[in-house]
Structures are given as C-alpha cells and as structure tokens.
C-alpha cells in the first residue's frame, strides 16, 4: 500500500467526521513498525474557519443550557471514557508508541481532570454584598469566554487536550482543539465520545494540521481564548502572537528537569526512581527527569545502580508488554540519538548507549534504548538543550548549594526533585529552588486535578496554569453588578455627585 491509499483521520467539525478539505495531507507512523499506517489532513485557514464558525454557531445556546444539564453531559463523558478507555489506549500506542500501560495511565490522569470539571458549578459561583449603600446590592458571577482554541504537543494525545476542555466546556465555552498531525486519532475520538455524553454538535471540534492551521486560530477574530502545551521556541510564539490580536494565552513550553540527590538519600529508592522518570514514556514527558545531579560522594554508586537496573530494561513494541516503546518519529529518534555524540565530543562518559538495544519489535521501529551519560559537562548542549528522549546526565555536584545553583540558573523551570532523607534540606529546596513543580522524594511532582499545573521561566509563558483553580478563572470572566431596585420614597432625587456609599 502507498501513503496515499492510506486510510485518512478526518477532522471534526460541527458534530461531524470531515474528511480533508484541500490536498497536503502528512503521514501518521505507528513508530512501533515504523511504517504509515494513516494520513492526516492539514487544515487550511477555510478549515479552520469552518470549525470557529461552527463553535461561534453553538456558544449562545450551550452558554445558556442550564448548570445542571452541562453537569449531566460532563458526567456521561467521565463513565463513558471510563468504560471505553481501553479502546483510546490502543490507538495512542499505536501513534505515539508508548506502552498500553502507560497510555492507560495518561487517560487516568486526564479523567481527574473531567472528574474536578464535574464539580464547576461550585468553582465558578459568584459573590453577593448586600447593602452595600442604603438599597444598593453588588454582585459577581462569572461568564464563559465564547470560543476557545486548544493547540496540544505529540507526547500526550489524550491527557493535554484533557487538561483544557473539560473545564473548558464545563463552564460553557465552545472549543477548536488542534492536537499534534503526529497522533491526532485520540482526539477525534473524544470528539465522537462526547457527541455520545450528548454534547450538542460545534461545541467540541477538532482541526488537524500544522503552522497554517495554528496560525488560523491564532489570528481569527472569534478565538477568545489560546490554551497551548509545546516546545519552548513554539509556546513564545505562540504567546507572543495570540496576546498581539488580543486573546487570552497560557503557553506552556519545554523543560529540562533536575533530581537532586544529597548524600543521605537511598539510592535503591533513587535509581528505582530515576529509571522510571527518565525512561517512562521514552523520555518524552515534559515532568521527565533528565538531569540527575549527584552531591559528592554518591556519584559512582548511584550510577552503578542505575547501569544495573538499564541491564534488565526491556525495550519494544508496546502492544507486547515492554518496559519502554520506540519514540515518535525516526527524525526524533535521530535527533536525541545526536546527543550521544554531542555529549561525548564533550567529555561525557557514555555508561549505556541506547544505540545498541535490541528490541523486541519490526526492524524499522523508532527505536532507541535507555542511555546513561555520566561526567556531563554543564557547557555541553546535553546539558543546556531539552533532549526529549530516553537519555539520562548524570552531573556531579559538590554542594546542595551548587546544586540548586545549577537548577536555578537554567532556561527552564517545569518540574525537579530532590531526595534525601533530611527534612531542613528538603524544606530550603522548596524555598529556593525556582521551579513550578517540586518532588520531595517523588520524582515526577505532576499535581493532582485539583492543584494547577505549570511550570516558571521558559517552561511557561502567560498567567494561568493548567487544570486546578487556575482554569476556573482563565476559561471564564467576571462580571460585577451594582443593582438598587427604585422606590419612590428612597430614590434620593437628583444628585450629580460621585456616587458614595453611605
Ligand atoms: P511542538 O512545539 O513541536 O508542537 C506542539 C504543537 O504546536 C503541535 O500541535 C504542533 O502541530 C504545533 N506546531 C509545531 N510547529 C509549529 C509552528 N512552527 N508554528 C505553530 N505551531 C506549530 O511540540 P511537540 O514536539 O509536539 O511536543 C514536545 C514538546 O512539548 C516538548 O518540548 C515538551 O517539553 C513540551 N511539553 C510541555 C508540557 C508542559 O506542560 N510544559 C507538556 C507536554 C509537552
């Protein structure tokens, strides 16, 4: 079969499959085969106008649908991505490449976030002041923007675009979700999930596609709001351009994060975890760790461990039970290989080279195997670059001082941890160290629903976090009323002055 007999993911656009309008299509890769198995369009700027159209078309109506018939649609979606979220693990595993199990525990971090958006009214009640001047009331409530465009990255088919729209629809808004042209099936099919919750047609849509089709959104005149997850240079542009023709953004971007470890830490406890959150998912989470600094002494044995434990890694296909899959394109894995060069012309050691695994997989899978580099020097573009794969720097460290020194002194500030066994240290860590999201002795700190998720520096641009209290505020705006109900004998008669409470 050639790429163009391939089967092609259709767009959705007001309660409806769309097949590509317009010619460029990409290929979607099943990494694990490394071969095509699906087209998908790539919207034009009519595409994506068609889908605004059509959110414009529906907003009034849904805004206005009652509380609690939004909250009976929100709890439809929740048990029916519950009892089907097999099904969406299936196809993330075969576009992304990551294992069965870790796709199934994607789509459970991304029903917390349906589950907290089933509790909205609660979270976006307004205030009353009664008597605020002799018969005067004033009160708050809060509105829904209108349309809202949602642009989401590879690594998290399910679980970004889930960090966004529940709340997002919940609270009345209408919404283009534009998710990554490399996995894009899992959003079409949420979209077919919720028209089965009863979602009325145009209030969830999704347009596939690249630059042209992000651009769309982010110029149309009906887009109120931008929520984006992507690498760093993309996020400041995406902020950049959405704040210019005025929307709202929140942009979230790449990350670079550091596991501290003091002397005192058990390092069984500490390499069980730096394998686990440098090699999950491949390496491509944007809470992976991909810097280990180790305080003086524990260096040699902790690398030791963390060698031992790659030894009895498995790597393949995700379908057959793998510790870890392939990575997402072969111009991905080509590109994280590269810093295993980079980092040795540097003076790294290279401990376990990836580029040697044997996979348990077809041939031309995307594969490349957990890679530990010790002796990273902080100069080497290993160090300063987000690698976005499964390579582990080990960076050797004399101080917690220096440590969080080096933390701090990055580009990014998404995610770090650190493990010790001493409270104070663990506390001053907390205090000093310039990073959104801490793990003390947990070393992918990714906040329950109900605490927002984001990261400092260049790991986010805007405002608003992700999910939590912070997406009640940025998905909708507040309206102050200051109301007097007339009576002739109150009224007070004519009066130009400054209005007074008295
Ligand atoms: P990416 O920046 O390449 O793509 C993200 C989205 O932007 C996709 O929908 C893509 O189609 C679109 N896009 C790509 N190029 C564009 C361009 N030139 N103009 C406009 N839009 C464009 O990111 P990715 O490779 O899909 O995902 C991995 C990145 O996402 C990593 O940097 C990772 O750290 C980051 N990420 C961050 C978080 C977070 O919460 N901070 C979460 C997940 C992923």
């Keep these: 079969m050639t790429t163009t007999d391939l089967p092609v993911v259709p767009h959705w656009i007001d309660g409806a499959p769309l097949e590509t309008a317009g010619s460029r299509t990409a290929p979607v890769y099943n990494p694990a085969l490394g071969t095509a198995t699906k087209n998908v369009g790539l919207a034009d700027a009519a595409t994506v106008d068609d889908a605004v159209r059509a959110a414009a078309s529906a907003f009034a109506p849904w805004r206005d649908t009652s509380i609690a018939r939004r909250q009976a649609i929100v709890f439809r979606f929740r048990e029916l991505l519950n009892e089907r979220k097999g099904e969406l693990a299936e196809i993330i595993t075969s576009e992304h490449g990551k294992v069965l199990s870790d796709a199934a525990g994607e789509i459970q971090r991304g029903l917390e976030v349906v589950e907290l958006a089933t509790g909205f009214p609660h979270l976006v009640k307004g205030e009353y002041s009664e008597n605020v001047s002799t018969g005067v009331d004033v009160y708050s409530f809060k509105q829904p923007l209108g349309v809202v465009g949602i642009i989401s990255p590879f690594n998290f ?37 919720w028209k089965e ?17 992000v651009d769309g959104l982010l110029t149309h005149p009906d887009v109120a709001s931008i929520s984006f997850v992507g690498s760093t240079p993309i996020a400041q542009y995406i902020y950049e351009t959405a704040a210019r023709h005025g929307k709202r953004v929140q942009a979230l971007g790449g990350a670079k994060n550091h596991m501290l470890v003091l002397p005192d830490a058990d390092l069984d406890l500490v390499a069980d975890q730096a394998i686990n959150a440098g090699f999950g998912s491949a390496g491509e989470r944007c809470m992976a760790v991909s810097v280990v600094l180790a305080v003086d002494p524990v260096a040699d044995e902790l690398v030791a461990k963390v060698r031992e434990r790659i030894a009895n890694l498995r790597v393949g296909d995700g379908t057959r039970d793998p510790d870890m899959g392939p990575l997402v394109t ?12 980079v980092a040795a012309t540097d003076g790294a050691k290279v401990v376990v080279d990836g580029r040697d695994v044997a996979p348990d997989g077809a041939p031309d899978g995307f594969w490349l195997g957990p890679t530990l580099l010790d002796h990273v020097p902080t100069t080497s573009r290993a160090y300063t670059e987000e690698i976005f794969g499964p390579v582990l720097s080990v960076v050797r460290v004399s101080s917690f001082d220096e440590g969080v020194e080096l933390i701090n002194s990055g580009e990014f500030g998404n995610g770090t941890a650190i493990f010790t066994n001493d409270g104070g240290a663990a506390r001053r860590f907390q205090n000093e160290v310039e990073v959104g999201m801490i793990g003390i002795n947990v070393p992918i700190p990714v906040p329950v629903a109900y605490y927002s998720f984001g990261g400092w520096k260049h790991s986010l641009f805007g405002d608003a976090k992700a999910y939590g209290p912070q997406a009640f505020d940025f998905f909708t705006r507040q309206k102050a009323v200051t109301s007097r109900w007339l009576d002739p004998a109150t009224h007070g008669g004519i009066n130009l002055g400054f209005p007074r409470n008295d």
């Design 197 to 213: 919750a009863g979602l009325p047609d145009g209030v969830f849509n999704v347009v596939h596609g690249d630059k042209t089709a």
């Design 330 to 341: 072969r111009e991905h894995r080509d590109k994280v290989a590269s810093y295993i060069d």
């Design 157 to 193: 088919p399910a679980m970004v675009p889930l960090w966004f729209f529940p709340v997002a629809i919940a609270v009345g808004n209408t919404v283009v979700l534009k998710p990554s042209e490399k996995d894009p099936s899992a959003a079409v099919w949420m979209a077919e999930l």
